[in-house]
């Protein structure tokens, strides 16, 4: 077997197109599977936790814990909290969240480039028709001044956001590809 027995790469458009959302289905199909993997994992470990009542058998109920050995400190002491779910879950939904925030958050820049657009050019064909005189530095002025307020707010929302999302690794991966996809 050579070289040239190897199937080339489609260089057509629409055949890397398609590539690249199969790609992207197979990354949400996982990230879907370690969110139900992590779930069974806490469903199994909740079963076998015991009940808040209970401390063991009857046997350690009925013995006092030692006082030299440091267990009645211990005893005292509130357990760990350990999350509610397992790390597995939190990857998964926080690829799959990231993705679907980054697909938002692009579909909402196309639309606000284009609606931004129709407004300008409509307000040069009023301008060009005499409809109306607009003072383009005092505009300037102003579209600079709210991009500048924009982009503070923008970065606190992307703050607030990433502390909320489980895992951010994994959120930014999926908004990196949530992004770009088709």
Partial sequence: MNLSDHAKPSRNPADRAARKRRRRRRALIVAGLFMAFGVVVAIGERARAPKAGTAGTAVERATPPSAESGDAAEAQAPAARKPALPATFRLGAGYAGGFFLGW??????????????ALVGLAALARGLGWFDLDWTTAGT???????????HAGSFKDFIMGYVPSAGAAALGFFFGLWSD
């Avoid at 938002?104 to 657009?117: D, E, V, W």
């Avoid at 102003?142 to 503070?152: C, I, K, N, Q, T």
């Fill in 104 to 117: 938002l958050f692009r579909k909402f820049i196309k639309t606000a480039l284009l609606a931004t657009g």
């Fill in 142 to 152: 102003y579209v600079r001044e709210s991009f500048a307020w924009l982009g503070g």
